[in-house]
């Protein structure tokens, strides 16, 4: 089965900024849209942002004008840049092909976000 591997993630302190990437095994995400989600503590897995084969984008409410998603389809990898980075965006983020929600029911191992002073 194809694998998705998440990194990039860190402490940071509010109002800094990260730049995570997402590889997949397979060229998969030359064929679907890729969402970014993140599960907080005690929360939902959320769909944090996604974007489509030729650049379309869609973001959560809550992170619109802050994060920024994109995609290199010869590296097979799927960027989220993340400014301004707040303690509500502390979580585990991972990646998953699809565009409303994901496609496969399986994840990686998801890369730690903590923003905290």
């Known amino acids: 089965q194809v694998q998705f591997v998440e990194s990039g993630g860190g402490l940071v302190q509010p109002g800094g900024s990260l730049r995570l990437s997402c590889a997949a095994s397979?060229?998969?995400?030359?064929?679907?849209?890729v969402g970014w989600y993140r599960q907080a503590p005690g929360k939902e897995r959320e769909l944090v942002a996604a974007?489509?084969?030729?650049?379309?984008?869609k973001y959560a409410d809550s992170v619109k004008g802050r994060f920024t998603i994109s995609r290199d389809n010869a590296k097979d990898t799927v960027y989220l840049q993340m400014n301004n980075l707040k303690p509500e965006d502390t979580a585990v983020y991972y990646c998953?092909?699809?565009?409303?929600?994901?496609?496969?029911?399986?994840w990686g191992q998801g890369t730690q976000v903590t923003v905290s002073s």
């Open positions: 998953n092909p699809g565009w409303i929600g994901p496609i496969f029911d399986y």
């Open positions: 974007v489509t084969n030729d650049g379309g984008e």
């Open positions: 397979t060229s998969i995400f030359s064929i679907y849209a």
